[in-house]
């Protein structure tokens, strides 16, 4: 099954530094969501964690991320970016399923 996200070279390169410079749990892996709530309706998850019921496993560009397999619509052909800019720092997501997103990227509508 191929993964529903998308990882920039710098997203990439970030979750890694983030993953070796931690002392987390080798079961401890990516995970990317969603959940109600947010000023657009739907919120993202993003963090580590371990695999649960109801999860898929991919692999993607060397970095295992772990995903309720009921988000797949709303993430599908979603890009995570991570910029490290003077206008912008931190990790982003680029849905093109979003209908309207909030002032601040971190919440949408599908």
Known sequence: MQSPIEL??????EIRKIKSN????DDFNLRVG???GGCSGMSYI?????IRDHDVEFHVDGIVV???????????????????????RGFS????N?????????SFSA
């Open 8 to 13: 920039t070279s710098r997203a990439a390169k």
């Open 22 to 25: 931690t002392e987390m749990p």
């Open 34 to 36: 969603v959940r109600g």
């Open 46 to 50: 993003l963090g580590f964690d371990r």
């Open 66 to 88: 772990y995903m309720d397999k009921r988000h797949g619509l709303y993430l599908m052909g979603t890009r995570l970016d991570y910029k490290d800019g003077l206008e912008a």
């Open 93 to 96: 997501f680029e849905n093109p």
């Open 98 to 106: 979003a209908t309207a997103t909030c002032g601040c990227g971190s």
